[in-house]
């Protein structure tokens, strides 16, 4: 049985280090190792001879986005170099190399590692284009049985695609196990591919974008529309095209493309693909996008009359830089009034503008490239949808996007480009089979040309996706929820508002569903959802209009409600488990945090965010954090240094950029939540979750047994936020929140330190929210975030 344990990483450059730093955040010790420099290799300081893998790890360890959970996750990398710790590999179980693109270098190196490495250990390439069979010429037998290309996306803390290549001699036990590794314990969408050029993400994604490019020209179109068009308008990420031409690097783009139509002479479409002039000026001048400071787009200096920097944007035509411009697109201004993106598609693709010709164009091209690349670099459809969704972060794959279209659709509109699809699709269409998908007893199945039917979409049963339970009716449905049965006597509470803010519909459709679970017999609930967030917190706009038209009573009553539903999440006869992904700001972290148990998906950002609104946490987080500081609390403590650490995160409106630093914030804790590495997992381990604490769950009893600190801890807290003001690092209205904060988690104006109950911190909390509503600037917060969707420090 493989187990791995140890994992080495021979190259620390930008992949090679956050390769180092993912494996480390998935649990694995790592050791990490480089060349040694020319002008010590006669050094006997390690300090000196380790310096390229030191420096490289710390610089990941810095850089943003973090390729690391948290700053202590890099303790469990070990660095060395090649020349004297290569036999630190005999150690470990796998050994990914992620050296330079350099076939005979990569061979040499393989070599040595032949001669360290254990019997039975996994090797693997990083490599993005060299063909897997020619880097294991000569090795032995075990090491070809145990060799395959294991190509991961950068940065690999946040893509999610895992592409598994195996060589001619691969035992497929390493591949399966390699498919169950990947998605397990490294949180990726595993997808096998062929041993061909770029494999499947690139091969697909270079092309679509190298045609984008073409297209761009030839319509007239300018870069910054044709990146809304081809970003968000597609559901797909805000970069667009030429953005993440920008953000890849040029240089890199223009290799792959080459590499590409070096390596598939008989690949026509591909072939038919020619670099254009304006890509021939960027890497002739060096802008090669972010790293160069310029490339399709170019930061200035100047600032605009809202204090943004000014970018400008390449003309493709002029090679000058212009200011951007206000489009007249009707397609783009159609795709900002279509919320649904599924119809915004099809729309789009519909219209005959310039925009919605490049959208049809480029998904005609797309359409007919992803259908001949079968079986040639995949054998099924299925994996050429999940590696370019999980790749380039796009929300549907090639031929789910021919599906929204239209199957008969699609066909047509890329005959009318002088276009044609793979033989396979008119044989499909010609047995009556009008999509590539569809739905069967709620689950998914996709077209297999091989056997020319329908199969389902395997591993469905290990995850939940909400979207196949919606062909039964709900338990429960309003405008922003709906309550579905997953099976195993589970119900699971959906939240389906814009952004999935919390409003009355969330809070009385979850007072709701927690009475259904209690009075009907189930056995618990999950509140979770397939959303890219779990919630950006409370609905902000109707908390704002009651405090501009003074509803007191009716902003009273939203509060109180809010708090009770959070805390029916504790004190309720069925165990509550949340399952979070993304943003959990605000009332989503308040109501995680009342929940028996949260599965929080490794990439969940959870924070109380209150104060940047000018409020504190109203929903019971305030006094969560009371108790969260009493439960830390020993015999002997010192207490204050507690007191002020969870202070300070509620007053600096603190974000925990994963899970993993949400414990250390105090979000989450040990002894009842965890983090699941994989994001499609999160439901079905919640629901798992809810079974196990279902089986002896006792309701808990309300607490009377807070200590907070009263006068004491007051004084402390006031003092150092006046010492703050006076320093200039906070206004006026800053002090008066944090006042707020200190005042619930001290327990008000107690002489001392005493024990209360939860029903009065409250009520503390109640009223200083209510209280902070009514001031000038908290109104001018909320207002200016609802219109620039960013903080105001008045």
């Keep these: 049985m493989i187990r791995i344990k140890k994992i080495a990483v021979l190259g620390s450059g930008v992949m090679g280090s956050a390769l180092a730093c993912h494996f480390a955040n998935c649990g694995f010790e790592v050791v990490l190792l480089d060349r040694v420099l020319p002008e010590f290799e006669d050094s006997n300081k390690p300090s000196e001879r380790n310096q390229v ?47 330079i693109e350099d076939l005979k270098i990569k061979q040499g190196l393989f070599e040595k590692v032949e001669e360290f490495r254990k019997k039975g250990s996994l090797i693997s390439t990083n490599t993005s284009g060299i063909p897997i069979h020619m880097l294991t010429k000569g090795r032995s037998e075990d090491f070809q049985k145990h060799f395959l290309g294991t190509h991961f996306f950068n940065p690999p803390r946040y893509l999610r695609l895992l592409e598994i290549i195996p060589g001619p001699d691969t035992d497929p036990k390493v591949v399966d196990f390699f498919m169950h590794f990947g998605d397990r314990y490294l949180g990726k969408e595993t997808v096998l591919c062929k041993d061909r050029p770029a494999f499947i993400a690139n091969r697909i994604g270079v092309f679509a974008m190298s045609d984008i490019f073409r297209l761009t020209l030839e319509l007239g179109l300018d870069i910054s529309s044709v990146d809304k068009l081809t970003g968000p308008a597609l559901a797909r ?92 697109l009707k397609s783009l201004s159609t795709s900002k009034q279509i919320e649904d993106s599924e119809r915004r598609i099809a729309t789009l693709f519909n219209m005959e503008d310039e925009g919605a010709q490049l959208i049809r164009k480029s998904l005609c091209s797309l359409f007919a490239y992803s259908s001949k690349r079968i079986p040639e670099i995949a054998d099924e459809l299925l994996s050429v949808d999940n590696a370019l969704k999980a790749g380039f972060g796009w929300s549907y794959g090639p031929f789910q996007y021919w599906d929204i279209v239209g199957l008969e659709n699609g066909i047509n509109a890329l005959e009318a480009e ?30 297999d040309q091989n056997e020319g039917d329908y199969k389902a979409v395997p591993g469905q049963n290990q995850f ?170 020993y015999e002997g403590d ?58 002896n769950y006792i309701q808990p009893r309300k607490r009377k047994d807070i200590s907070v600190l009263g006068r004491g801890g007051l004084a402390t807290l006031y003092t150092a ?74």
């Design 464 to 633: 939940i996706i909400l979207d196949n339970y919606r062909h039964k009716a709900p338990v429960l449905k309003n405008e922003e929820i709906t309550l579905h049965d997953i099976g195993d006597g589970v119900l699971c509470l959906e939240f389906q508002s814009k952004s999935n803010a919390i409003g009355e519909g969330i809070l009385n459709g979850l007072l709701e569903s927690i009475r259904i679970a209690e009075e009907d017999g189930w056995k618990g609930l999950v509140i979770g959802n397939n959303s890219q967030n779990f919630t950006v917190g409370a609905n902000l706009m109707l908390i704002g209009m009651m405090a501009f038209q003074q509803q007191w009573d009716e902003l009273y009553f939203a509060v109180k409600t809010f708090q009770d539903a959070t805390m029916r999440c504790r004190y309720s006869s069925i165990p509550v488990v949340a399952a979070t992904q993304g943003y959990t700001f605000g009332g989503g972290c308040e109501m995680i945090m009342h929940c028996d148990a949260t599965v929080a998906a490794a990439e969940s950002y959870i924070g109380l965010v209150e104060v940047g609104v000018g409020l504190i946490p109203g929903g019971g987080g305030t006094k969560e954090f009371a108790v969260r500081v009493s439960d830390s609390f």
């Design 638 to 695: 010192v207490q204050i240094p507690n007191l002020i650490k969870h202070f300070k995160t509620i007053a600096m409106g603190e974000v925990a950029t994963s899970s993993e630093e949400a414990f250390d914030k105090g979000y989450l804790l040990r002894q009842k939540d965890r983090t699941e590495i994989n994001l499609k997992r999160n439901i079905s381990e919640a629901k798992k979750e809810v079974l196990r604490l279902s089986e």
């Design 721 to 794: 936020t006046n010492e703050i003001f006076k320093g200039r690092y906070a206004s006026e209205h800053d002090v008066k929140i944090a006042h707020k904060i200190a005042w619930v988690l001290c327990g008000g104006d107690l002489t001392g330190t005493q024990q209360v109950s939860e029903d009065y911190l409250i009520e503390l909390e109640r009223e200083a929210f209510l209280s902070l509503c009514g001031e000038q600037k908290t109104m001018e917060r909320i207002q200016y975030m609802l219109e620039n969707r960013k903080p105001l420090r008045n």
């Design 237 to 328: 990420p805000g970069t667009g095209t030429f953005r993440l031409g920008d953000l890849v690097g040029l240089d890199v783009a223009a290799k792959v493309l080459k590499g590409m139509r070096d390596n598939c002479p008989e690949d026509e479409m591909l072939q038919g693909l020619q670099m254009p002039d304006f890509m021939d000026f960027l890497l002739k001048n060096n802008f090669l996008g972010n790293k160069t400071g310029q490339g399709f787009y170019k930061k200035t200096k100047e600032r605009d009359e809202k204090g943004k920097s000014v970018i400008l944007s390449l003309n493709l035509k002029t090679l000058e830089y212009d200011p951007k411009s206000s489009s007249s």
């Design 418 to 447: 002088g276009l044609k699809a793979a033989d396979w699709v008119y044989e499909m269409k010609e047995k009556g089979h009008t999509a590539f998908y569809k739905k069967e007893n709620g689950k998914v199945q996709y077209y």
């Design 53 to 99: 893998a030191n420096q490289s790890l710390q610089s990941a360890v810095k850089s943003k986005p973090s390729p690391v959970f948290t700053r202590s996750i890099s303790k469990y990398i070990t660095t060395g170099n090649f020349t004297d710790d290569l036999k630190l590999i005999a150690e470990c179980d796998w050994v990914v190399e992620a050296i």
